[in-house]
């Protein structure tokens, strides 16, 4: 089999490392990006052809565009695969692989690597326990589920990505009046109890239905906690004698069970309940983890997801075998702040267990190496000290809905 023509979709800045292996296996490589984004640092050697969106990008009528287009540009040029770089474009992946019968993920699968109420009512329905949850449909359940329950509660967007547009309430009343604000949007979110526990993410590889590569870490600052909080965002490799890593690796196998994947990079995040000591379900993407998170499991085992995950698409499309190299176990962190300069002096955390260092106007971020997790955790002690002190800078939470 020759060359394949792959069509990449990244309505945010990521995935040049995917881009630049496709190109280096010998296969045509078309992107479809933000025409916002248009003089952002891509690959333009490993990229064919652009092809632009223009915002918002995620409408009925854009959607609409997007089809149209593409199958104007299909006359003359052949796709065999699309691929998804971020949660905002999975949707449309889908839709384009289904409008056009491409192989891969369709729209009813790519609802559980997406929606978030899709997640939780097909991991309840599989017997993976997930935070006590209701939809946002009907009125009077949703006052049995407030009355039942005990706060406070999330009111999450449905589609969203990370932490946007959570937002915590602390009463019956005042999650209705969150929901009256929320007006016609209201069936686009959900609530959910909020138990306080530690979270962890999963970050993994599958390959013909099996969790081929997983890699587990512990947010020492969360998400949540950062974008509500103004914090520094720290995550950390667990062990893997630590007694949390096979329940976890567990854990996330059934999920990619439970919701049909087949072959892809996938994020998945859990909590450790204070309240019961049990694992819970939060949410999972099928795409690489965001927030510099891939640099950080590299660091930890010597494989790049965004490579392989490329590697591994392409022998898919070929009919081939996919191996996963072997792993090589070490421990990584990483930092990662809002700073006050522009471009923030950071040669003064100058420790040889240094393997990155993000190069980002207003940002400051660093991962560690190490083949000791003591080693990891007082270094990303130390370092959020001092960036508190040296650099830190917070931000109004992205997107808080309105009515």
């Excluded at 990521?14 to 640092?41: H, P, S, W």
């Excluded at 993976?128 to 329950?149: K, M």
């Excluded at 949007?185 to 013909?208: A, C, M, N, T």
């Excluded at 040889?352 to 990303?380: C, D, F, K, T």
């Amino acid at each position: 089999m020759g060359s394949l023509s792959f069509l990449c979709i990244a309505t945010f800045f990521k995935g040049e490392e995917f881009m630049r292996t496709c190109k280096a296996l010998g296969n045509t490589v078309y992107l479809i990006t933000d025409q916002k984004l248009a003089d952002k640092d891509w690959p333009r050697d490993a990229i064919d052809e652009f092809f632009f969106l223009q915002s918002p990008s995620n409408s009925s009528d854009s959607l609409d565009q997007l089809i149209a287009g593409l199958a104007h540009v299909m006359h003359t040029r052949s796709i065999d695969r699309v691929v998804a770089l971020d949660d905002f474009d999975v949707e449309k992946g889908a839709l384009i692989r289904e409008t056009f019968r491409i192989p891969g993920m369709g729209q009813t699968t790519a609802r559980f690597f997406r929606d978030k109420l899709a997640m939780r009512m097909r991991a309840a329905a599989d017997g993976i326990r997930v935070p006590a949850f209701c939809a946002l449909f009907h009125d009077e359940t949703i006052t049995r589920f407030l009355q039942s329950t005990e706060a406070p509660w999330l009111i999450k967007p449905r589609s969203e990505a990370s932490a946007t547009g959570i937002q915590k309430v602390n009463s019956l009343d005042e999650a209705w009046s969150v929901l009256h604000r929320l007006g016609d949007r209201r069936h686009e979110f959900l609530i959910e109890q909020f138990k306080p526990g530690r979270v962890y993410h999963v970050d993994s590889l599958s390959y013909d239905g099996q969790v081929v590569f997983t890699r587990a870490s512990k947010y020492l600052a969360t998400p949540m906690e950062v974008a509500h909080g103004g914090g520094v965002f720290r995550t950390i490799n667990i062990a893997p004698d630590s007694p949390e890593t096979e329940p976890l690796y567990a854990l996330n196998t059934r999920v990619m069970n439970a919701f049909g994947m087949r072959h892809s990079a996938s994020h998945s995040e859990f909590i450790l309940g204070d309240h019961d000591g049990e694992l819970y379900f939060l949410e999972t993407a099928s795409r690489v983890g965001g927030a510099h998170i891939a640099e950080m499991v590299e660091a930890a085992s010597g494989i790049n997801l965004w490579r392989e995950w490329a590697i591994l698409e392409d022998a898919v499309a070929r009919g081939k075998t996919y191996e996963v190299p072997a792993d090589q176990p070490q421990y990584a962190g990483l930092i990662v702040s809002l700073a006050r300069q522009q471009w923030p002096d950071q040669s003064r955390f100058a420790d040889p267990e240094i393997w990155w260092r993000m190069n980002r106007e207003y940002h400051v971020g660093l991962i560690v190496r190490s083949g000791q997790p003591a080693r990891i955790q007082e270094l990303l002690d130390d370092y959020m000290h001092r960036i508190y002190a040296e650099f830190h800078a917070s931000a109004p939470v992205p997107d808080k809905p309105t009515s």
